[in-house]
């Protein structure tokens, strides 16, 4: 038995710009932070040779190209293993439509395990790079890279997507009281609203891709990533409420179903009991509420809000193999 445990992650600033649309041309950047609550993938041998996949729905075929799963068929191709396994994965918060990818979590959980089901040890950057070719590449979603980066490389960080498609992610360096304050300052609610991402990505990047409005707006969000990076570096935390609230106002008019009443009355009415900014984490319409507030406002906002809240702390490791125990059969 061997067992992967994978961060999900939330992003503060800069989503969007993760996007081949939009970083091949102007070159993107996020600022983002892994949580502590994780993908567990676990992977074993199989006695009869055969495969079970077991997830949302339980999968046992024969072999690889019979698998339902687009994710698991496409990882073990690419990794060469025909089959004998048994894989099974489970998750903190539920894995479909919360916008703290988990989706990219399970890709990176799963090449990570699989890697060491084969006796190898893959690094982040391997993990995030991989796992990008088999969501994006060969899989054909219209997603960007932000989420296996963060996953495979975990803590709080700048994540820079460069127009030749490398990718760069510098940790950021905060007093320890500093980085208490902002996580002890950041309050999250579940809307109950599950989407699928995919459709909002295509619009918005075939929006980004004809528009010079729409690309100037993402600029400026990549502008308001580095400003947030100075700014809590310099130990400005109140800034962050202010550059979230600009970032999010930008990020509406990216693509239609972004936001919607019921997210913009839940906005609203916590600005008003104390909130200094936030935004719907994720690509959009649904997961989750992140705001940014002291902590003296965090029950008014709660109540105010009526939303069920979710505690969230950062993570600072990536993805990791926490047992492992092959055998032989």
Known sequence: MIISRTPLRMSFVGGGSDLPSFYRQHGGAVLSTAIDKY???SVNKKFDGGIRVAYSKTEEVEHVDAIEHRIVRTTLQMLGIPGGLEITSTADIP???????SSSAFTVGLLNVLSAFQGRHVSAEQLGRDSC????ERC????GKQDQYASAYGGLSLIEFHQDDSVLVTPLI?????????ENSII????????SASGILKEQSYNVADSVTKQTMLKRMVALTYQLRNELQDGNLDSMGEIL????QLKKQLASGISSDAIDDWYEKAKLNGALGGKLLGAGAGGFLMFYAPAERHEAIERALGLRRIHFGFEPLGSRIIFYNPTDL
């Open 39 to 41: 993908m567990y993938i």
């Open 95 to 101: 894995s479909q439509g919360t916008g703290l990818g």
């Open 133 to 136: 070719e088999i969501e994006i």
């Open 140 to 143: 054909g979603e219209p997603i």
């Open 174 to 182: 905060l007093r320890r009281s500093i980085r208490e304050s902002l």
């Open 188 to 195: 999250v609610f579940y809307t109950g609203i599950a989407r």
């Open 245 to 248: 609230d600009e970032n999010w």
